[in-house]
């Protein structure tokens, strides 16, 4: 039996008025803003801020984003973000989020960002000390 995976962080937080749509239920865009939010308290899970991770000589983009939508949520609803850490390669790291209301399961995403050097913007692959860090979660 395998033992369930667990997220690198849960983020609670409580939709907010402004952003639902004219249908009364949170418009498509600010799930990504929710799992951004997310995987900054993650940032600082790992590395303590986002500026302790800059130090290290490295930084992350977007290459690609996946937006799965289950059921709709809904002003002042409470909302539950989780991640997880999917996959880690040479420059690129894959995370998946979960976006529940109590047990039922709203939106899942999958996000490809890629490590890059700060200084030239160009693809890199992240040093050691942030290496570690990635592979632990995985057990590697």
């Known amino acids: 039996m395998t033992e369930p995976r667990r997220p690198i962080v849960e983020m609670p937080l409580r939709v ?12 498509n865009a600010h799930y990504l803003a929710y799992v ?12 303590g801020s986002h500026d302790e991770f800059l130090a290290h000589r490295t930084d992350v983009v977007v290459a690609e984003a996946n937006l799965k939508f289950h059921a709709p949520a809904r002003y002042d609803e409470e909302l539950l973000v989780s991640q997880y850490l999917t996959h880690f390669g040479t420059t690129s790291l894959i995370f998946g989020f979960e976006i529940h209301r109590g047990e039922t399961p709203i939106a899942a995403a999958t996000i490809r960002y890629v490590f890059i050097d700060p ?3 160009r693809p890199a692959a ?3 000390a942030v290496r570690k860090v990635y592979a632990d979660l ?3």
């Open 16 to 27: 907010r008025y402004h952003e639902c749509d004219g249908q009364g239920i949170v418009f």
């Open 138 to 140: 995985l057990g590697d």
């Open 119 to 121: 200084a030239t913007l």
């Open 126 to 128: 992240p040093p050691d």
């Open 36 to 47: 951004d939010m997310c995987a900054f308290e993650a940032e600082k899970a790992l590395f």
